[in-house]
């Protein structure tokens, strides 16, 4: 069978306002936060927080920590905490206003994500009422600046088996937190170097000589005065590749003393008897229901990686739409954005931040609706895989949209004033917070695995890997659109983005399939499980990726078929298209390894690649212009100025 190279369409398509893309975008009041948005974006600008550099560390940290209580005062830091403590019962409200954020100062991203979404956020899910009503309100005006201490040197992503202890005291009723050694050092704690008033310390639970398990505990660290509390130490972290407006610290406990009210005990309590209980009696299944209790944080991140990558292509594309170079036939030079070389770059990568878009508003809203589910239920863990999944793959696309967004616009990108080498190295640790991509893809996939045995309670590891087996076999006889359907490689063909979604369907179940296959062959050489695992961590993490990829096609496909613009759609459509046609020939190697398509089916779909730039170039502008990002805010001379 033949492929077919298609040649551009010469119909031109109508242009497309920004406006009508943001309504695409962000335009339901409902589902996408509108007035949150707005509210964030009018106090960054009424409040002057513009990107600075050049000043020292500590000027830079007491700036951000300035704009930090103007976010308190404003309003916006406590849109997620309940109405009763001076909040706004708005979760979704609190993602999107971080989401804004991510288009300004990265390290005020950072400070307002430590201070109301984790500090906060964790004294709201893991706490009572009593911790509620003492914090909230504090917390929301800044009054106590707080820390969020899990990380430690020696555990980094292994929360499970952190070292810092928390031993309750009968006699003086009163719960005693401890480093015992160097590698139980809380890490990497931001807010504690210079502002932090409270840490929320995550530490093993001991009451009555018997553990049990990871619980919070807020301690004290700090007065008013900035003076450290007894037992407190607190090293600064110094000079960092980059955030360093935010005032990250090495935290350790000499035998700190809390009152036992201290414990955020919403899973786990201690009476005044001194006796510990929890609604949750397995210490395994607690440990993953307070972690599910904290997963805002990574839909936060995922979330504002995005916004970082939408500022980067804003400024890459604008730049390219004025810069001009080499002398064209007619005696003009010619813009950058007109090289194919040039929309090669930048348009996938456009097309994959408009992917991403629709999946992670979709994975927000169901966040937020899984609110009311019962702790540990099925649809709550199902959004932890999702975020874990949606974060590893929003961040890695983060650092590569930066990176490529910097080398395209040469010089005038690597400098400090144009935004985008701070971008990168402020937005580089993404990667690793709030969870290690590469644990957090594995998270995912542990999810996807345990789906069967969500259908088949009574079948033990290995019938498991069979029921695998077995679905991945029907799924290649049934879901293959380029091979043995007696489908033409016509251009129809290869842009129809039904068959892609196939395609991607068929690849995913395919990598499980053959996940399942090693990870048998292991156990049956006499592996443990673990072991068996980490011999098949490669697989892990390319079915991750497969899965993400499935997602972001699938809900960018259905947003653009409920779209009822019709001057917007086509364009979107374009967009999709190009989506789907640069992540099958970005992965062409393994297709083809699997007998899925040919060399020139191969060859063909990265012609239609560069046809779908020269297609989509008229309207890269509107494309970046429906992000809506205010030049202050971009902060970025390149992509404000007319002319350099």
């Known amino acids: 069978m033949t492929a077919t190279v298609p040649e551009v369409q010469t119909q031109k398509l109508a242009d497309v306002e920004p406006a009508a893309l943001w309504s695409f975008l962000y335009g339901n009041p409902l589902a996408d936060s509108t007035d949150a948005r707005r509210r964030t974006r009018d106090a960054m600008l009424e409040r002057n927080m513009t990107y600075v550099y050049g000043i020292s560390r500590d000027e830079y940290r007491d ?8 976010i308190g005062e404003s309003g916006m830091g406590s849109l997620g905490f309940p109405s009763q403590y001076g909040g706004e019962d708005d979760p979704a409200g609190a993602i999107a206003s971080f989401e804004t954020l991510a288009h300004g100062d990265l390290s005020l991203l950072v400070k307002v994500g430590v201070q109301f979404g984790l500090t906060g956020g964790a004294i709201h899910r893991l706490g009572t009422e009593r911790h509620h009503e003492t914090y909230l309100p504090k917390i929301a005006s800044v ?55 409270i840490a929320v310390v995550f530490a093993q639970l001991v009451v009555g000589g018997e553990e049990h ?37 090495r935290l350790s406990f000499d035998h700190v003393r809390v009152p036992r009210a201290n414990l955020l005990d919403r899973f786990g309590t201690i009476d005044e008897q001194g006796h510990y209980s929890s609604s949750i009696e397995k210490a395994s299944a607690r440990f993953f229901t307070m972690l599910g209790a904290l997963v805002q944080g ?19 594309v604008r730049y390219g739409e004025q810069r001009r170079q080499f002398q064209s036939t007619e005696g003009e030079e010619t813009l950058l954005m007109d090289y194919l070389t040039h929309q090669r770059r930048l348009l996938p990568l ?132 380029f091979v043995n359907r007696g489908l033409d490689n016509d251009e129809d063909t290869l842009r129809d983005r039904s068959n892609y979604l196939k395609s991607f369907q068929w690849r995913e179940d395919h990598l499980k399939g053959n996940l399942a296959r090693r990870f048998k062959k292991r156990i049956d050489d006499g592996a443990d499980a673990l072991d068996a695992l980490i011999d098949c961590q490669d697989h892990v993490v390319a079915l991750g990726r497969a899965h993400v990829e499935r997602l972001l096609l699938e809900q960018f496909s259905e947003d653009i078929d409920n779209c009822s613009d019709e001057t917007t759609k086509p364009v979107l459509e374009l967009l999709c298209q190009l ?51 205010p030049d202050s805010v971009l902060a970025a001379p390149i992509a404000t100025s007319a002319e350099r």
């Open 143 to 197: 009054e106590l600046a707080g820390c969020f201490a899990m990380s430690e040197v020696g555990h980094g992503s292994d929360v499970r088996s952190l070292g810092t202890t928390a031993t309750y005291d009968a006699d003086t009723d009163e719960i005693v937190v401890h480093t015992p050694t160097k590698a139980a050092r809380k890490e990497w704690i931001g807010n504690a170097a210079r502002h932090g008033n």
């Open 213 to 249: 398990g990871v619980h919070a505990v807020v301690v004290p660290i700090r007065d008013d005065d900035r003076q450290l509390a007894k037992g407190v130490s607190v090293e600064d972290d110094g000079e960092k590749m980059g955030l360093n407006g935010v005032d990250n610290g």
């Open 579 to 629: 989506f789907a046609v640069e992540r099958t020939w970005a992965d062409r190697g393994w297709f083809m390894e699997h007998g899925h398509f040919s060399a020139t089916t191969s060859k063909a779909l990265g012609t239609l690649m560069n046809t779908l730039c020269q297609q989509l170039r008229p309207h890269a502008l509107s494309l970046v212009g429906a992000f809506a990002i």
């Open 63 to 70: 700036q951000v920590f300035d704009w930090l209580k103007q």
């Open 350 to 481: 456009l097309a994959k931040s408009y992917a991403l878009h629709s999946a992670i508003r979709r994975m927000r809203n169901r966040y937020v609706e899984s609110l009311d589910a019962e702790p540990g239920s099925e649809e709550v863990r199902a959004i932890e895989g999702l975020a874990a999944g949606l974060k590893a793959y929003s961040t890695w696309n983060t650092t590569e949209t930066v990176q490529t967004c910097r080398e395209a616009c040469g010089g005038e990108g690597y400098l400090m004033v144009n935004r985008l080498a701070p971008m990168k190295s402020d937005s580089d640790v993404f990667t690793t917070f709030e969870g290690d991509n590469t644990v957090l893809m594995q998270l995912l996939v542990k999810g996807l695995l345990s789906d069967y045995k969500e259908q088949f309670e009574d079948l033990d590891l290995l019938d498991i890997v069979r029921y695998g087996l077995t679905r991945a076999s029907d799924s290649l006889l049934e879901n293959v659109p």
């Open 298 to 316: 990574r839909v936060s991140v995922a979330s504002g990686a995005l916004s970082v990558a939408k500022s980067a292509l804003t400024i890459a």
